[in-house]
């Protein structure tokens, strides 16, 4: 009787916890204390600026901590009140219940037992359909959206508040694993490089499909520095291998084995001084640091171990347009996949998901906090242009297609005039129309080991839609983009250049 009467009380704390929605105060906690500390480290932020910010945020977080006090007094009241009733009532002693609710085989086993039921309950609420319009189909939106459970959100935060910690996780990693950690496997990798939007993520699942290359997956989140060690203590964590619509809403399904863009972890941990509050600065060769070049080679033939079999790295990211220099010199051997499509349905594509991330962030706060933690920065609250030029717009301006079209003109104006050798334009359009004509020729410009392989994926392609009209578009905007688009075509492979065959290194 006593265990059972423990047992309803502690069935009474969790129902307390949850009708007081104490998960959601512990994220505000998190967020407040991650956004404190990048106010703290912003070099663009003067020291009053700072002094004020953290000011409030410490405000905050008191009268989020009282709101958690309160919270647990109240779970822990309803505890007491539960286990009172029953020696009240002569089922049991209060000393007994106290000595059995102290005892380690109790703590232990209710302690799991409360874990299990949060999760249960959680799982259940998550794939519960909401009993009527407006708010409730919100929220399972959200949840949809952002898969993420209380959980793995705190373990998300606690990653991305310290990109230093990633770091040093790293090097640990590479310490522990040297024997399974390959230098050879860091030669010739395909990196895959556009304005978002741009197709780099069809060309991604198609390559990392093939048995020789491996790239970063949602089983590397959210420690992607630390791929081999994560993988061993990522399972006890992550939910199960489930496919899901991305939050793209592009029809693109992923699961914890799709591969993904993570790389810009590793450049915001050596890099920070690139990432300002409205804006993301440009690379040049010139910024070749050895201890960078080494840990990101380490981390090249890290990844390719955690895919038995592969023997090359492979990179969706799509901010590598910023520092393309920077990677020819480290990586003199890779081949640069730049896919580029027709600038009117790019700048409606990366309109409407800036509209649609926008309408998530406000939302759903943790997904601003995800696409900064892994360094997406290209819609909604969490933007933060390249600045390909200077005097380039903020995020403010990010109202219409004015601002998208310029953004794409100054970003391939700037791929033409940083683009090596290593470049390998891609027509997006006339490339998933005729898919069979382009993939040998890919498979040749990568240095693909079998090229029929490639070629089988032909039907991963389908025909591109009629452009639209890009309403109150600026027309001379839309002809410098449209005499750009032609440059960057005649480039492309099929065109007038020779695709760039890589070959193998010794």
Not at 327 to 355: G, K, T
Not at 403 to 417: K, M, P, Q, T
Not at 421 to 430: K, N, P, Q
Request: with cysteine; charged share 20%.
């Amino acid at each position: 009787m006593i265990v059972a009467a423990l047992l309803l009380g502690l069935v009474a704390f969790i129902a307390v916890l949850r009708i007081l929605r104490a998960e959601r105060v512990a994220r505000r906690v998190a967020s407040t204390a991650q956004t404190a500390l990048r106010v703290m480290s912003d070099p663009d932020k003067s020291d009053d600026e700072k002094e004020r910010e953290v000011r409030r945020a410490s405000v905050t977080l008191l009268g989020l901590f009282l709101a958690i006090a309160g919270i647990g007094v109240a779970a822990l009241g309803a505890t007491a009140a539960v286990v009172w009733g029953g020696a009240q009532a002569g089922l049991y002693s209060l000393d007994a219940a106290i000595a059995v609710a102290s005892s380690w085989p109790f703590l232990i086993g209710s302690t799991v037992g409360a874990v299990v039921l949060w999760l249960a309950l959680d799982r259940l609420g998550r794939g519960k359909p909401a009993p009527e319009a407006g708010k409730a189909d919100r929220d399972t939106s959200d949840r949809d959206e952002v898969p993420y459970g209380p959980m793995e959100q705190a373990l998300h935060n606690f990653a991305f508040a310290s990109p230093a910690r990633q770091k040093r996780l790293g090097a640990l990693e590479t310490r522990l694993y040297r024997g399974r950690i390959d230098p050879a496997r860091a030669h010739r990798p395909v990196f895959v490089t556009s304005l978002p939007r741009a197709g780099t993520t069809i060309m991604l699942n198609a390559l990392a499909g093939l048995p020789e290359f491996a790239s970063a997956t949602y089983r590397h989140m959210p420690f992607t520095l630390s791929p081999l060690l994560w993988s061993r203590i990522g399972p006890i964590f992550q939910q199960s291998a489930t496919t899901a619509e991305r939050a793209h809403g592009d029809g693109l399904e992923v699961s914890g084995d799709s591969p993904e863009a993570f790389e810009e972890m590793l450049w915001m941990a050596f890099f920070p001084r690139h990432y300002r509050e409205d804006r993301i600065l440009t690379w040049d060769a010139g910024e070749l640091e050895p201890e960078f070049a080494e840990y990101f080679r380490t981390h090249m033939a890290k990844v390719v171990a955690t895919k038995p079999g592969a023997r090359r790295y492979l990179s969706k990211n799509n901010a590598n347009i910023a520092r393309l220099p920077l990677i020819e010199a480290i990586c003199p051997d890779a081949a640069v996949l730049i896919p580029v499509r027709d600038p009117r349905a790019h700048v409606a594509s990366l309109m409407r998901q800036h509209a649609r991330f926008l309408d998530l962030h406000a939302r759903e706060p943790f997904g601003r906090r995800y696409m900064e933690g892994v360094g997406h920065f290209e819609f909604g609250a969490a933007l933060r242009p390249i600045a390909f030029r200077e005097g380039a717009p903020g995020p403010q301006a990010a109202t219409g297609p004015d601002f998208w079209l310029r953004y794409w003109i100054d970003a391939y104006e700037h791929v033409l005039a940083t683009a090596g050798r290593g470049a390998v334009f891609l027509d997006h359009d006339a490339f998933c129309a005729a898919p069979q004509a382009h993939l040998p020729q890919l498979a040749r410009a990568i240095g693909a080991e079998d090229p029929a392989e490639l070629a089988a994926l032909a039907p991963m392609f389908r025909a591109p839609r009629p452009a639209p009209v890009l309403d109150g578009a600026d027309p001379q905007l839309l002809a410098r983009a449209d005499a750009l688009h032609d440059t960057l075509c005649r480039r492309a492979l099929g065109a007038e250049a020779a695709p760039i065959a890589k070959e193998a290194t010794a």
